[in-house]
């Protein structure tokens, strides 16, 4: 951990947004200035993703496969949680790219959702809450052009309309999210670039200072 945030250990700090906001990237430069853990979400591991993004236009199919790649996401974050919460046991501040909470907004994938709720809820109850979220809102287009640029294999298939959902899901969670609003920052991803000196320096200065009123 860098000495001179030495006072933020202990600390879990989460970046979110869609696919394509830069969640992983400025999941990175946290992890550079602040030290402590990067936990980032393994999308390459999940076997079933490509094959979800494939069968967008195939209802039935898409069903299924959502289904397995949900369910195959919640019982990693379940694990790589309980290594979080090690980590903060163990005086370390954790930046990480996703957040265990926002499986809430895949419930639709599920046959019960309110089975699916009540078990996020029972998983998640002994393990370790953010102190702070860091939420990247953007754009369809903003978000459809990073990911043609980036040009991962597998997410070649990704259509718009997907896009779309994932964006008014995204609204729909965070601008209720029923914590202590100090705990939130939004972030405009379209005007923000984590390439930006200047604007990331403006950005680190409020996270630091949401961390310092934590404390």
Request: neutral net charge; contains cysteine; hydrophobic residues 35%.
């Amino acid at each position: 951990m860098n000495d001179s945030h030495a006072q933020y250990q202990r600390r879990f700090v989460v970046v979110e947004g869609a696919i394509g906001a830069g969640k992983t990237t400025l999941a990175k430069r946290l992890h550079q200035s602040l030290g402590g853990k990067l936990e980032l979400q393994p999308y390459n591991e999940n076997p079933y993703l490509e094959a979800f993004y494939a069968a967008n236009k195939q209802q039935k199919k898409a069903e299924e496969l959502g289904l397995l790649k949900d369910t195959a996401f919640l019982f990693q974050g379940f694990l790589d949680l309980r290594r979080i919460d090690n980590h903060l046991c163990n005086g370390k501040i954790v930046v990480a790219d996703w957040l265990f909470e926002k499986f809430e907004i895949w419930r639709w994938t599920f046959p019960d959702e309110e089975k699916y709720r009540e078990t996020l809820r029972l998983w998640h109850k002994e393990l370790p809450t953010p102190d702070l979220i860091i939420y990247l809102n953007a754009s369809v287009d903003v978000l459809l052009q990073r990911i043609h640029t980036r040009n991962r294999a597998t997410e070649k298939s990704i259509e718009p309309d997907y896009i779309q959902i994932l964006v008014q899901r995204h609204h729909d969670f965070f601008d209720f999210y029923p914590e202590d609003r100090v705990r939130l920052i939004t972030v405009n991803s379209d005007k923000f670039s984590v390439c930006d000196d200047k604007q990331y320096q403006r950005l680190f200065g409020d996270i630091t200072l949401r961390l310092d009123q934590l404390r």
